[in-house]
C-alpha cells in the first residue's frame, strides 16, 4: 500500500506570496492532520479534516487554510507569506480520528520564504 | 508549562546500552499516547503507542505509561548507532488533535 504523499516536496517562495500544499493520504485513510515544523517549536498542529470537515485547529493565523477533497485528498493554503513561515509542513493522515488511531506521515514539503 | 515535555538532550549512550526517554504531559484527560522517531531530514516514523497504564514491549522497545504521574517513556535495549535520531512524544487528547513534545536527541556511540 502506498504511504503518505506530498507535493511539491520543495518550495521556495518571497515574502507576501502564496502557497498551496498537498497531501495524498494513504488509501482508504480519511483523517488528514497538517503540522508545522520548526527547529525552535517542533511539531506544530495546523487542523485536521475527516470527510471534508475541519475538526480541530491549532493557534495559527487565520493565512492558514485548508480543506479537504472527497477522495480524502487535503490541500493547505498559507497567503501572504512571512519569513517565518519557512518550515517544514508534514501532513499525516489516519484511517479514522479516534484517539487511539495511529496517524502515518507523509515526506513533508519544506517551505523557504525568502 | 508545555503540554507535553521532553528533554531536548542530547541523550548519549553506548552502544549496547539501554536508552531511556521520558515525556510528561499536562492534561490528565490525555487518552493515548505515541512515540515516533525522526531522522535528521526524514518524517516521524510510528515506533510505538500505548492507551493502557503498564509496559508494552514490542522488540527492543518498551513503552511505559503512568497516568497518576502523567508520565510516559521509551526504553531502547541493546542501542545501536542506527537508532541515533530524535524521538518524539506525541498525546492524543481525544479532540482530533495530537499534540506533540519537542523531541528528544538521542546518540548512540559505537
Known amino acids: 500500500k502506498a504511504g503518505v504523499t506530498q507535493t511539491p516536496r520543495y518550495l521556495i517562495k518571497t515574502r507576501g506570496q502564496q502557497v498551496t500544499l498537498s497531501c495524498s493520504p494513504i488509501s482508504g485513510h480519511r483523517s488528514v492532520s497538517w503540522y508545522q515544523q520548526t527547529p525552535g517549536q517542533g511539531l506544530q498542529f495546523l487542523f485536521e479534516?475527516?470527510?471534508?470537515?475541519?475538526?480541530n485547529k491549532g493557534n495559527f493565523p487565520g493565512r492558514f487554510s485548508g480543506r479537504q477533497f472527497s477522495n480524502s485528498r487535503s490541500e493547505m493554503n498559507v497567503s501572504t507569506l512571512e519569513l517565518g513561515d519557512s518550515a517544514l509542513y508534514l501532513c499525516?493522515?489516519?484511517?479514522?480520528?479516534?484517539?487511539?488511531?495511529?496517524?502515518?506521515f507523509g515526506p513533508g514539503t519544506r517551505l523557504l520564504v525568502l | 508549562q508545555k503540554e507535553v515535555e521532553q528533554n531536548s538532550g542530547p541523550l548519549s549512550v553506548p552502544e549496547g546500552a539501554i536508552a531511556s526517554l521520558n515525556c510528561t504531559y499536562s492534561?490528565?484527560?490525555?487518552?493515548?499516547f505515541f512515540w515516533y522517531r525522526q531522522y535528521s531530514g526524514k518524517s516521524p516514523e510510528l515506533i510505538m503507542f500505548?492507551?493502557?497504564?503498564g509496559d508494552k514491549e514490542d522488540g527492543r522497545f518498551t513503552a511505559q505509561l503512568n497516568k497518576a504521574s502523567q508520565y510516559v517513556s521509551l526504553l531502547i535495549r541493546d542501542s545501536q548507532p542506527s537508532d541515533s535520531a530524535t524521538y518524539l512524544c506525541a498525546v492524543n487528547k481525544g479532540t482530533y488533535k495530537y499534540i506533540f513534545g519537542t523531541g528528544t536527541r538521542l546518540k548512540v556511540l559505537a
Open positions: 500505548i492507551y493502557s497504564n
Open positions: 499525516a493522515s489516519s484511517l479514522t480520528s479516534s484517539s487511539q488511531e495511529t496517524q502515518y
Open positions: 479534516y475527516f470527510s471534508e470537515t475541519q475538526r
Open positions: 492534561d490528565r484527560g490525555s487518552q493515548s
